[in-house]
């Protein structure tokens, strides 16, 4: 047995409870892992609270956590790269929030040394995010793309990943996050009346691309207006806002893998360049989830929250 954190009920963060569980047997493809730290995603709160419930049907007690790192303890068939030992991260299909969990190594890499456990955890759906959107988006180098949710756990690698492409950045973030995103080679804004005009006064030549990883209201008619059309906009955070003002959602749902080794190549390079930067809002230990939970569902983060085990 191994002990984990779930929920047998779709609810508030007191739905989350520690239980028992069964030491999971990785299959083909899989290696099971030491788990030593879990990134907290919004995902896991839309899971728990049953948003989520039509699209991706849990079963009870369910184990949430999408992204994890620590050391490979056993291996499947089929598996060649990885062995007992290898200290690595990745993604998950859920099941992260665990002291041990199963990971396809498809979506695993080793981790380098000098990156901590907890920035390991904070790195693996960033990445891939930033990789995937970008490409989505379309934004070449010498291109100005805006960002809104700038600070946050996601924002603040794409940030990273869109200035080594050679993209001017504008993010969008409370003033009190404005040097972090100075420092990470972005032009802060501050949300709020007026966005339009102050993204203007620092883009003069304008927008080519925006992307709105906060969900906040407002900002999709804003972005489409800047960028001069809907389709150079993209959403990761509002699937109804996007399909009132014609923006493309995208949740990553679909072609993930194939995004997931290139992210992780690119965030060891910066890693390797000595220029990554993965800031941590909160560390809690696994049995606060719970209150991890209610400091995500607070907003204004800057950077990612993650559980150690």
């Known amino acids: 047995m191994t002990k984990a954190i779930a929920f047998s009920e779709f609810g508030g963060v007191d739905v989350l409870r520690p239980i028992d569980i069964e030491l999971p047997a990785p299959g083909p493809g899989q290696v099971r892992v030491a788990v030593r730290a879990v990134g907290v995603n919004p995902v896991d709160r839309r899971l728990r609270t049953g948003e989520l419930a039509g699209l991706f049907p849990v079963v009870f007690p369910y184990v949430p956590g999408v992204e994890v790192s620590g050391t490979v303890e056993a291996v499947g068939a089929e598996v060649s790269g990885f062995e007992p030992g290898d200290e690595v991260f990745g993604s998950t299909m859920g099941g992260a929030y665990a002291e041990h969990a199963l990971v396809d190594v498809a979506v695993l890499a080793h981790k380098p ?30 291109e100005t793309l805006l960002v809104h949710g700038a600070a946050g756990g996601v924002g603040t690698v794409l940030l990273q990943f869109a200035r080594a492409r050679g993209i001017t950045v504008i993010g969008t973030a409370s003033e009190a996050n404005h040097d972090h995103l100075r420092e990470l080679g972005a ?73 997931h080794q290139r992210a992780f190549a690119a965030a060891v390079a910066l890693h390797e360049a000595g220029t990554l930067r993965l800031p941590l809002h909160r560390v809690f230990p696994l049995a606060e989830a719970a209150q991890a939970h209610r400091v995500s569902e607070a907003g204004h983060l800057r950077g990612k929250i993650v559980l150690t085990v």
């Open 113 to 142: 040394a000098g990156l901590s456990w907890e920035e390991a955890a904070a790195l693996p759906t960033a990445a891939e995010t930033s990789e995937r959107v970008l490409d989505l988006l379309g934004v070449r180098p010498g």
């Open 187 to 259: 032009i802060p804004v501050a949300y709020g009346e007026g966005l339009a005009e102050r993204v203007r006064a620092v883009a003069p030549g304008g927008v080519d691309r925006a992307l709105d990883a906060a969900g906040r209201g407002g900002v999709l008619p804003l972005s489409v207006e800047l960028t001069g059309s809907a389709d150079r906009v993209l959403t990761i955070a509002d699937m109804e806002g996007g399909q009132e003002h014609g923006v493309r959602f995208n949740g990553g749902v679909e072609g993930v893998e194939s995004h």
